[in-house]
């Protein structure tokens, strides 16, 4: 008997989360997953940081803790401490009330909330986003009813910013329109604009009135600093303007799978704030009607703690030092190898990817003859790479680049 779902079409595998599956089916014992977002040790285990289980173990074992629904908006600690780690604790925009925070499902929650507020309260239907980023965020912003439409970003030729490019297209940009922009670590091109380019392009945005939306899944895990890492939203707060952030703790305290974030939109004064967050709630209600309690309540544990806070903020300079040192071993690798080509974007660049340069053929050549796995488009999780691995991806990138054209 034919079932009511049979004219349903096996959907096609997420491109990047499908690089895992093919990796746990190879059974090759030097296959290397490059494709995984996530931190890996030097022995290729996912971290679980000490502070955050010292915070776990302190929740547990307060007998006055309950599984009630907490609200709406999430833990209020939570989201003020998240408003305070983006925007800075001297934010004048924190102290004027002109915050609206919400506690979202991690970094997509958040972008998927913003875009649906937006979709039902703001004048314009459009953004813009750079070309490449995410493979997500085009469906994000889809599905919640945005139309989507692109600026150039990165330049393959100089394997960094494409910044003549990125000025023309958002100049060009229809008034009001919201650009979607990477606070740092641009993935996946690991390229990011400098602070005196930041500032061409706030000063541009601001003059178009345009809306910036901005995704930041790695703040503290770029540079090793937290607020290096939020620089570039910090300028755009401190003109006095208004726009929207979606924050990750995913990656900077590794709660991945605890789906951990924060949406906050900064307003013009506390009391479009507080109309703001009212609406942003009836977005929530019906669609998860409130967040979940354990994964928020470690980050505010530690957030509150000045101890916690402190080691925090060294496991996670950690963390982004052993990648900036995977980029180097990288980099010095291929030199010593003598690849054809110039190699130098892979230190240029910053946070968790690196964008190779590699093309389709010899990503697929290198699956195939060495096991490597990564996304088709070259980007590599410098995260997933330590010091024993380099040589095997250095093999692989000789031979691609030397035998696929």
Avoid at 179 to 185: G, I, K, R, S, T
Avoid at 230 to 249: K, M, N, P, W
Wanted: net charge neutral; charged share 20%; glycine share 8%.
């Amino acid at each position: 008997m034919d079932s009511v779902f049979s004219n349903v079409v096996r959907a096609p595998e997420d491109p990047i989360l499908g690089v895992t599956v093919a990796y746990n089916n190879d059974p090759s014992p030097a296959k290397l997953n490059l494709g995984v977002g996530a931190y890996r040790t030097e022995e290729g285990k996912p971290l679980v940081l000490d502070v955050v289980r010292r915070a776990e173990q302190q929740l547990v074992n307060d007998p006055s803790r309950v599984k009630e629904y907490i609200p709406i908006a999430g833990l209020a600690d939570f989201n003020k401490l998240s408003a305070k780690l983006i925007l800075g604790a001297d934010s004048p925009a924190i102290q004027e009330s002109r915050v609206a925070t919400i506690q979202c499902l991690s970094g997509t929650g958040s972008l998927r909330v913003g875009a649906e507020f937006l979709k039902k309260h703001y004048h314009q239907s459009v953004i813009f986003i750079p070309k490449p980023t995410w493979g997500n965020h085009p469906k994000v912003f889809n599905l919640a009813g945005l139309s989507v439409e692109y600026y150039r970003y990165y330049d393959p030729a100089t394997r960094g910013l494409g910044f003549h490019g990125l000025l023309e297209d958002l100049g060009a940009a229809p008034s009001g329109a919201i650009v979607l922009l990477h606070a740092c670590a641009h993935n996946p091109t690991g390229v990011d604009p400098t602070s005196e380019q930041w500032e061409q392009i706030r000063q541009l945005i601001r003059s178009k009135s345009l809306l910036p939306f901005f995704d930041s899944a790695y703040q503290g895990f770029a540079s090793g600093s937290l607020d290096t890492d939020a620089h570039s939203v910090r300028t755009f707060v401190a003109d006095g303007g208004e726009c929207l952030i979606a924050q990750s703790y995913a990656k900077n305290m590794g709660l991945y799978g605890e789906r951990v974030g924060a949406l906050s939109i900064v307003c013009k004064s506390s009391d479009v704030a507080s109309k703001v967050e009212s609406q942003v709630k009836l977005v929530v209600r019906p669609m998860y009607s409130s967040p979940p309690i354990h994964g928020a309540s470690i980050v505010a544990t530690i957030l509150k703690s000045s101890d916690m806070y402190n080691d925090w903020t060294i496991e996670l300079k950690g963390m982004a030092d052993r990648i900036i040192s995977m980029r180097q071993q990288l980099f010095e690798a291929l030199q010593a190898k003598g690849t054809p080509g110039d190699w130098s974007h892979i230190i240029k660049q910053i946070g968790m990817f690196t964008f190779t340069g590699l093309n389709k053929e010899q990503v697929a050549f290198m699956t195939k003859e060495f096991h490597i796995y990564m996304t088709s488009d070259g980007r590599i999780s410098m995260a997933g790479l330590s010091s024993k691995t380099v040589p095997h991806l250095v093999e692989a990138i000789h031979a691609a680049v030397t035998r696929v054209a």
